[in-house]
């Protein structure tokens, strides 16, 4: 479903993605981990398209189209959803409308008829009990005055309402508690299935103990330098990143001094 | 990072011109000129007397080109036509006899004036250049005892309640640009609701300039009585021309003890090209007398056209606990410029007044909000809140925010928010990861920050306001 072959990037003149090339296919879950600041987020936006991220080589092909040459929103309707890391306050716009209209959107883009603001209703109760999410959430302005805990549900149930092919999770886990951890990580295995792909951007292991990866990826310093089965992750939580690293730099000292 | 580029102005499609043969009279101004348009209206002494003293005044007055923060060339005021009016018969027995011109003028802007197309539960009066040439549903308005007609009309069926109330809210010496209204104006509305009635249906007034040689400068007095409601709605369109056109009206609202006024408008005058050449200089004076108890005067304007827009329109809160509030979005865009904003001036005990003031700034324009909250020491438990939110598109525009809070009395409290805001590359980002194509994402993030104002208007207006922000910012983002 998506391929990404030697994918470089770079943000305010400043390389961040150096060759990182990764396949996740139907049904996998594959989590993205490594220290801060080794490109994570960078290539969570990179797929989505932020328009500051610009992409100096490589190609990524998303069901077999190139993806790097479509429009943010023509990837998102086409099924590329990205949860943020920091979700936007759209002051003004509530949240039932902004999800109705997202939704609409992607039903136009499928050729199917729109839903009025009734049947819509329905549909959002339906899907915020995957987060369980309160009904007043609806009615407020998008992500305004949400705690952190209620600004990631609500990410989680954009992804319910649009049932994106393949969803990127930007370290959805961070600034949670445990009880919202778990929450979040039950809607976002509820949303698993054999047809649509997952990948999990995190810094943390205990993510990883309720959505549980196919595989792992370590990323450094814009490379993905081990990849492994949901162990590498333990591995990870036990010994740190510093093995990583000495590790990628023994075998590639120029990333170490670049 | 990307830059977010200004959107471009689509095509204003009220730009076309009505070919009709019209009355002129020469350009210039003089005591000659003001005796000449009292005659052509065939006016009572009062209002020749009205004229002259206001004319006498504006000799007097400097034109404030110094306070306000917008720019322009000097206006030469013995260039302009001071009477235009479309040739037609003098009284019309229905709407039959309008000139099919006209008819189909005002139907093309939307506003269809034939008996079998009215709008329905909407009486319009309209005016073209200097006069008025139909009003809808006045039959029907006179049986509840409401009087809706032209200025004109007023003057000469109802003299006295026009000796009572005209100029006693805007005096004719008040400002340079009323002072010139005073003296000129050749039309507008007046509006009487008596007593007791809840005015039936929306009453509104739709203003076009056709001629490009002349201002217009119209007149709108409405006097609700005791315990009385109405909503009262504006809109304006112009062609394009390369000329700069001036528009300095003057609209006077009375409301005495327990009566409501609610006035809007959208006003869309032609802005002037991206070089900001052309436009309507929009200076116009619009204030409400809360004279009563209990009275309310609630202005709601959306300010989208205009080259300059200069107007407060305001509340003068005598009456105890009388209630003023005004609600306003104004957008430029281009070279257009804006200093507008409202005068809230709490007389009587517990006043009330509530201020909200979105400002859309995109292009190289500029959009200062300009309000004052004056509590005179009588004004025993006066309060008053004051929101004034501005938006930026793109980084060669500007605004501005001038409160002026003026406090007499210790009891009185006052507040005032501001903030400032772009539309960011993170917000336009994340609406368009979830599909939303970047035109309607910015128009999302607009309205959303509209809102308040948009749902002080009624419904119509509403629907119609936020396609006119839409239309305005239409364009393509970098």
Known sequence: MLEIRDLHARVEGKDILRGVSLTVKRGEVHAIMGPNGSGKSTLAKVLA??????????????????????????????????????PVEIPGVSNAQFLRLAYNEKRKHLGEEELDPLEFKDLLKERAQIVEMDAGLMSRSVNEGFSGGEKKRNEILQMAVLEPKLAVLDETDSGLDIDALRIVSEGVNKLRHADNAIVLVTHYQRLLNYIVPDYVHVLYK??????????????LEEKGYDWIKDEAEESQPSAASA | MSSIE???NKEYKYGFVTDIESDMIPRGLSEETIRLISEKKNEPEFMLDFRLKAYRNWLKMEEPQRWPNITYPKVDYQDIIYYSAPKQKPTLASMDEVDP??????EKLGIPL??????????????FDSVSVATTYKEKLKKHGVIFCSFSEAVHEYPELIKKYLGTVVPTNDNYFAALNSAVFTDGSFVFIPKGVRCPMELSTYFRINNSESGQFERTLIIAEENSHVSYLEGCTAPKFDKNQLHAAVVELVALDDAEIKYSTVQNWYAGDEEGKGGIYNFVTKRGACRGRNSKISWTQVETGSAITWKYPSCILQGDNSIGEFYSVALTNHAQ?????????????????????????????????????????????????TQCDSLLIGDKCGANTFPYIEVSNNTAKVEHEATTSRISEEQLFYLRQRGISQEDAVSLIINGFCKDVFRELPMEFAVEAQRLLGMKLEGSVG
């Open chain 1, 49 to 86: 398209g932020h328009p500051s991220y610009e992409v100096t080589s490589g190609e990524v092909l998303f069901d077999g189209k190139n993806l790097l040459e479509l429009e943010p929103d023509e990837r998102a309707r086409g099924g590329v959803f990205l949860a943020f890391q920091y």
């Open chain 1, 222 to 235: 814009g490379r993905i330098v081990r990849s492994g089965g949901k162990e590498l992750a333990l591995a």
């Open chain 2, 6 to 8: 200004l959107l471009t």
């Open chain 2, 101 to 106: 011109e006209l008819i189909k003028t005002f």
């Open chain 2, 114 to 127: 034939t008996e079998q197309k009215q709008l329905a539960n909407v009486a319009v009066d309209a005016v």
């Open chain 2, 337 to 385: 410029q804006a200093d507008t904003g409202t005068k809230m001036i709490h007389i009587g005990k517990n006043t009330r007044s509530n201020i909200v003031s979105k400002g859309i700034s995109a292009g190289k324009s500029n959009n200062s909000y300009r309000g004052l909250v004056k509590v005179l020491a009588g004004a025993e438990g006066a309060r008053n809140y």
